[in-house]
């Protein structure tokens, strides 16, 4: 599956930012997708996950409370909604998919979008 994020710009802290993920391709509903980033100088770091039907999601400390991940099968795409944001969550965002079981270990990914920048001003 081949996957595009967008949403992706600059916002002040305390305000709201939505991602989206689109992907190509049928089997997008059989696919585990998460939302990772990864700030200058910093390793890559998962942020949420979400099962194929949406019944499962896993956050990252960071951002449970102020961060969402939900997806629509019928339009082939999944979204990373971010409110409360702060000036430590400016990175490039990164949504991948996997099949099997959602995980927090982006080698385990083998689907990956090219990035989108999120930069949250103080």
């Known amino acids: 599956v081949q996957l595009q994020p967008s949403g992706g710009g600059l916002v002040q802290a305390g305000g709201s930012l939505s991602l989206s993920c689109a992907a190509s391709?049928?089997?997008?509903?059989?696919?585990?997708v998460a939302w990772f980033r990864q700030a200058a100088g910093k390793e890559r770091e998962f942020v949420a996950a979400?099962?194929?039907?949406?019944?499962?999601?896993d956050y990252a400390d960071s951002v449970k409370g102020r961060f969402t991940i939900f997806r629509d099968n019928a339009k082939n795409t999944a979204y990373l909604q971010m409110s409360d944001l702060r000036p430590e969550d400016t990175a490039v965002y990164y949504c991948?998919?996997?099949?099997?079981?959602?995980?927090?270990?982006?080698?385990?990914?083998?689907?990956w979008g090219q990035g989108t920048l999120v930069t949250v001003s103080s």
């Open positions: 979400i099962s194929v039907n949406g019944g499962f999601k």
């Open positions: 391709g049928r089997t997008f509903s059989s696919y585990r």
């Open positions: 991948a998919a996997k099949f099997g079981t959602t995980s927090t270990f982006p080698e385990l990914y083998n689907s």
